[in-house]
C-alpha cells in the first residue's frame, strides 16, 4: 500500500511531468477534449432525434397503447369493428394515474372527392374533446377551426390533400365507404378547417369528422374501430397492458413497440450508430494518449533508471506514469464536457435543418431537432475514457517499469 506521503510525491512527480511538453499536453488535451465534446454532443443530437421520431410516432394516431378487434390490423374494415369500452376497461382507464388521455375512434378507409379530383384516404370519426393531448390534430389545425363536438358536421382536411383536390376552406366534399351492411355509403361535408401536419404522409392520408357522424353515415351504432391511449411515462407501459389485456380478453391489445416495428428497429440503430461512434473516437484518442505518454516516458529514461538506482520500486515508475495519464484524461474530460454543455445549451433553441426538409420529412422527423441530454450517455462517454484510457496507458507505464537502472542511466 501507498502512503500518504509517497502518493502525494508522485502525484507531484506526475503533474511535473505532464506540463514538461506543454504544446505536446495541450494537444492531447485539446484532443481528448474534442473526444469528449463529440461524443456527448452527438449523443444529445442523436436522441432528441430519436425522441422526436417516437413522439411524431405516437402522437400520429399511434398512441402508446392501441385497442382492435382481432384481425383489424391485418384487414381494417368495417366488419372488424369492435363494441365501446365496457365498464371493466372503463374502469382501468379512469383509475389509472399513469393514463394521459384516451379516445375510442371509427377508423376505415375510404375516398374522398372534390368537384375536380378524388383521393383513397383513411376515414377517422373522432371525439375532439379526447383527441386533446392524445394526438397531433387538435393542435395542427393552422386555418379555420377543430371539430366542436362528435356530431360537428364539418369536416377537417390536410393542407397537401387539400391542394391536390383543389378544395379549400368552406367547400363541400364528399366522402364514401362501405357500411356495416357491406353497401356504399356516402355523404356530404363542408371543409371546416385545414391541418398542416409533420409528414406529407399524414396530411395526405387522413380525414377526420366527427365519431357520431361517422357512425351514423356507416350504420355502425355504438360500435368504434380501436382505441388509443397515451400516458405520462412509458417507460411503465407493462402494468396497463396487462391490467387492459384482463380487462378486455378477447381483443387485439398492442404497444406502440409491436404496433411500430420498424421505428423500434430505427431506435435500435441510432442507439448502434452512437456506440460506434463512441469506439471510433476512443481509438483514434488512444493512439494519441499512448503515443504522448510512450514520448515522455522515452525522454526521461535516464530519469527514471537514477529514481530506480535510488531505491524506487517498478510499482511507483508505474503508478506515476498512470498519474500522469490520469491527470491528463481529466483534464480533457472537464474540458470537453464544458465545451458540450455549452453547445447543447445553445442548440436548446433547436438546430435547423430546414435544408433537408425533405429527407427528414421521409423519415419521420420535423426540420427542427432539439437536443435531448440523456444522464447514460453522458456517463456512457466519460466512463468509456476514464477506463479505457487507464487500460491505453497500461502498456506505456509497463515499459517505464520494466527499465533496468544501469542501461536506463546510460542510455542516450
Given at each position: 500500500m501507498m502512503s500518504g506521503l509517497n502518493l502525494s510525491l508522485l502525484y507531484t512527480l506526475a503533474w511535473r511531468n505532464v506540463w514538461r511538453n506543454r504544446r505536446r499536453t495541450l494537444v492531447i488535451l485539446l484532443a481528448i477534449a474534442f473526444g469528449i465534446w463529440s461524443m456527448v454532443t452527438l449523443a444529445a443530437i442523436m436522441r432528441g432525434m430519436i425522441e422526436q421520431q417516437v413522439r411524431n410516432t405516437i402522437n400520429n394516431l399511434t398512441g402508446h397503447i392501441q385497442v382492435h378487434a382481432v384481425g383489424y390490423r391485418d384487414d381494417p374494415a368495417i366488419d372488424n369493428s369492435m363494441p365501446p369500452p365496457g365498464p371493466t376497461m372503463l374502469k382501468v382507464l379512469r383509475g389509472k394515474k399513469n393514463?394521459?388521455?384516451?379516445?375510442?375512434?371509427?377508423?376505415?378507409p375510404a375516398v374522398v372527392a372534390s368537384e375536380r379530383a378524388s383521393a383513397g384516404v383513411t376515414l377517422v370519426g373522432i371525439d375532439p374533446e379526447a383527441e386533446q393531448g392524445l394526438s397531433f390534430i387538435a393542435?395542427?389545425?393552422?386555418?379555420?377551426?377543430?371539430?366542436?363536438?362528435?356530431?360537428?358536421?364539418?369536416?377537417?382536411?390536410?393542407?397537401?390533400?387539400?391542394?391536390?383536390?383543389?378544395?379549400?376552406?368552406?367547400k363541400r366534399i364528399v366522402l364514401m365507404s362501405q357500411d356495416i351492411d357491406n353497401n356504399s355509403a356516402d355523404r356530404g361535408f363542408r371543409v371546416v378547417g385545414i391541418f398542416d401536419a409533420n409528414t406529407e404522409a399524414a396530411e395526405t392520408g387522413y380525414v377526420f369528422v366527427g365519431r357520431t357522424l361517422a357512425r351514423d353515415m356507416l350504420k355502425l351504432g355504438g360500435r368504434v374501430s380501436e382505441l388509443a391511449l397515451v400516458v405520462h411515462d412509458r417507460q411503465d407501459l407493462d402494468?396497463?397492458?396487462q391490467s387492459l389485456t384482463n380487462a378486455a380478453r378477447g381483443l387485439d391489445i398492442q404497444p406502440w413497440t409491436k404496433l411500430e416495428p420498424l421505428l423500434v428497429l430505427t431506435v435500435k440503430m441510432y442507439e448502434a450508430t452512437m456506440l460506434i461512434w463512441f469506439v471510433v473516437v476512443f481509438l483514434a484518442?488512444?493512439?494519441?494518449?499512448?503515443?504522448?505518454?510512450?514520448?515522455?516516458?522515452?525522454?526521461?529514461?535516464?530519469?527514471?533508471?537514477?529514481?530506480?538506482?535510488?531505491?524506487?520500486r517498478p510499482r511507483f515508475i508505474l503508478s506515476q506514469v498512470l498519474l500522469e495519464s490520469l491527470t491528463l484524461l481529466m483534464i480533457g474530460m472537464a474540458m470537453g464536457n464544458v465545451l458540450a454543455w455549452a453547445t447543447i445549451a445553445y442548440l436548446g433553441g433547436g438546430l435547423d435543418l430546414s435544408a433537408f426538409a425533405k429527407g427528414l420529412e421521409w423519415a419521420g422527423l420535423s426540420s427542427v431537432i432539439y437536443p435531448?441530454?440523456?444522464?447514460?450517455?453522458?456517463?456512457?462517454?466519460?466512463?468509456?475514457?476514464?477506463?479505457?484510457?487507464?487500460?491505453?496507458?497500461?502498456?506505456?507505464?509497463?515499459?517505464?517499469?520494466?527499465?533496468?537502472?544501469?542501461?536506463?542511466?546510460?542510455?542516450?
Open positions: 393514463v394521459r388521455a384516451w379516445a375510442a375512434r371509427v377508423r376505415v393542435q395542427a389545425v393552422t386555418e379555420g377551426r377543430y371539430l366542436q363536438s362528435p356530431g360537428d358536421h364539418g369536416l377537417l382536411l390536410g393542407r397537401k390533400l387539400a391542394e391536390r383536390l383543389e378544395t379549400s376552406l368552406g402494468t396497463i397492458l484518442m488512444s493512439f494519441g494518449l499512448v503515443n504522448t505518454l510512450l514520448m515522455a516516458v522515452f525522454e526521461r529514461t535516464r530519469e527514471i533508471g537514477m529514481f530506480q538506482a535510488l531505491g524506487m435531448l441530454v440523456a444522464a447514460s450517455d453522458v456517463i456512457t462517454a466519460n466512463f468509456l475514457v476514464i477506463v479505457l484510457g487507464i487500460i491505453a496507458s497500461l502498456y506505456p507505464a509497463w515499459r517505464a517499469a520494466r527499465y533496468v537502472p544501469v542501461e536506463a542511466i546510460t542510455r542516450t
